[in-house]
């Protein structure tokens, strides 16, 4: 199984607002850049948009590190709130789950790769960190 990296970042100007998402993926020696974004959207849907985004891009099943500066992200993987929506009908104890059709999308991907999810701070030292999120500001600003 091939082992690929991905960096992920959402932006929005506005909650909502024009947002963008940028994405960079890491395999070997060898780097690939995707971006794009909405017209009127909210900051959660461009941090999903864009692990949805570069998930799918990969042609085969893999093992993915994924680096996300997004928290609903991170701990929706990693501390289970997904297979508690997924059991709950796609609801969470609150009530309604924003976002579902892209939980649902994101859920799918999940069982496809093999996905550890890191979360690293954002607008800090990581440069693919940091590299995403200007590639989801100029998406942003294309809608701006």
Not at 93 to 101: A, F, H
Not at 134 to 144: D, M, N, P, T, Y
Request: aromatic residues 8%; hydrophobic residues 35%; positive net charge.
């Amino acid at each position: 199984m091939k082992q690929v990296t991905i960096y992920t970042d959402g932006a929005c100007s506005g909650n909502p607002g024009p947002g963008g998402w940028g994405a960079i993926l890491r395999y070997k020696d060898k780097e690939r850049e995707l971006s794009g974004g909405e017209a009127e959207t909210t900051n959660n849907r461009m941090e999903l948009l864009g692990v949805i985004n570069a998930l799918s891009a990969l042609k085969e099943p893999c093992k993915v590190q994924l680096f996300t500066d997004s928290q609903y992200i991170s701990r929706a993987v990693n501390e289970g709130w997904i297979e508690s929506w997924k059991q709950k009908g796609w609801k969470r104890k609150g009530g309604e789950l924003k976002n579902i059709d892209l939980w649902k999308e994101l859920d799918s991907l999940l069982q496809k790769h093999k996905v550890t999810v890191s979360w690293v701070k954002g607008h800090a030292d990581n440069e693919y960190n940091n590299r995403c999120d200007q590639l989801a500001v100029a998406a942003r600003e294309k809608f701006s």
